[in-house]
């Protein structure tokens, strides 16, 4: 049984491009959240998407979108990167919202 | 507003030595869920535990253990009998129902050979 699947594992952009960062949920979830964990910090909520439509976001930008397909997958939009978007992007699943999050391994991106 | 505070940034134990990692959250609901999470090198946050508000029984798992109490507003958890392998960032989280999980700064755990 796969688990949580991101792509790609690491990324290297420079500033004012576009990214996009992908997840595969664990069998059987149809949740899909986003996190965001700066070095040395905790993994701060960027949104959650059930349904494929987004349910619940946190204090990020419009830069900051995202979107759900009907397998469950989903994808994460930043544009105009800023040097301080450099960070590890964790994808999280649940059986619906209110169940334990798996996550996954993460996507580090570095803005130069 | 809902916070979780880990005030140990760091620890350093010797092998089989035991270890408390602290947990203090501030939240005005009367049903939420508090969680542990362990970061290994690799990055993946690895779920450990779950409790919600109602439940304030004290768990263990083989060498892991997690103290809830809501007087104190605290959920600690011990590792006894340290391993290396334990090495990690260890994060405190809470949720409020379906919403989204806040996490605390971390405890990075170091255990020497």
């Known amino acids: 049984d796969a688990g949580v699947t991101q792509s790609p594992t690491h990324l290297i952009k420079t500033r004012g491009q576009q990214v996009t960062l992908r997840c595969s949920p664990k069998?059987?979830?149809?949740?899909v959240s986003w996190y965001q964990q700066a070095l040395g910090q905790g993994p701060q909520f960027i949104f959650q998407?059930?349904?494929?439509?987004?349910?619940q976001r946190g204090n990020f930008p419009d830069r900051f979108s995202g979107h759900q397909f009907p397998n469950y997958s989903s994808e994460l939009n930043v544009n105009a990167l800023l040097l301080g978007d450099s960070a590890l992007y964790l994808c999280?699943?649940?059986?619906?919202?209110?169940?334990?999050?798996?996550f996954g391994p993460g996507t580090r991106l570095t803005v130069l | 507003a809902q916070k979780v505070t880990q005030a140990q940034t760091e620890i350093s134990v010797v092998e089989k030595e035991d270890v408390t990692l602290d947990c203090v959250y501030e939240t005005r609901d009367t049903t939420y869920y508090l969680f542990w999470y362990k970061q290994p090198p690799s990055g993946e946050l690895v779920f450990l535990i779950r409790?919600?508000?109602?439940?304030?029984q004290n768990e263990i798992s083989g060498r892991y253990s997690w103290n809830f109490q809501k007087s104190t507003s605290s959920f600690n958890f011990t590792i006894t009998a340290s391993q290396v392998v334990d090495s990690a960032v260890y994060f405190c989280?809470?949720?409020?129902?379906?919403?989204?999980?806040?996490f605390g700064q971390g405890t990075r755990l170091t255990i020497n050979p």
């Open positions: 999280a699943s649940s059986m619906r919202f209110l169940e334990e999050q798996f």
């Open positions: 998407y059930y349904e494929e439509e987004e349910r």
């Open positions: 989280a809470l949720r409020r129902g379906a919403q989204k999980l806040v």
């Open positions: 069998s059987g979830h149809d949740t």
């Open positions: 409790r919600n508000s109602f439940d304030e």
